[in-house]
């Protein structure tokens, strides 16, 4: 896959639901895997009542994860590439203050 289709993919998934849920999708490109945990704490601590708490089970059960584990998800490479390649372009105030954090 092009990073051109996980683009693709990734505003697919944002129209499905709703624009808020592209900036959870950034953030969850973060760490190499994900738990329900992770992302729930992920969209509190940086994102607060921006996205719908809903979004994080959208996303994991969406096309741009896979399950590897039992709780355990991965991006897609490509997908997750894009997403970290934008990641700095689209919150670079909220990334220097809050990635210490992490």
């Not at 953030?27 to 945990?37: D, G, Q």
């Not at 991006?75 to 990641?87: C, E, T």
């Not at 372009?89 to 220097?96: A, D, E, P, Q, T």
Request: hydrophobic share 40%; with cysteine.
């Amino acid at each position: 896959m092009s990073l051109e289709e996980a683009k693709e993919q990734i505003k697919n998934f944002t129209e499905r639901f709703e624009p808020s849920y592209e900036t959870l999708v950034y953030h969850a490109a973060l760490p190499f895997v994900l738990t329900p945990e992770l992302l729930n704490y992920l969209r509190i601590e940086f994102l607060g009542k921006e996205v719908p708490w809903i979004a994080e089970a959208d996303f994991l059960l969406s096309d741009l994860c896979n399950p590897v584990g039992y709780e355990l998800y991965a991006m897609k490479a490509d997908i997750r590439a894009y997403a970290l390649k934008q990641l700095p372009k689209r919150n670079k105030k909220m990334l220097s203050r809050n990635l210490p954090k992490l």
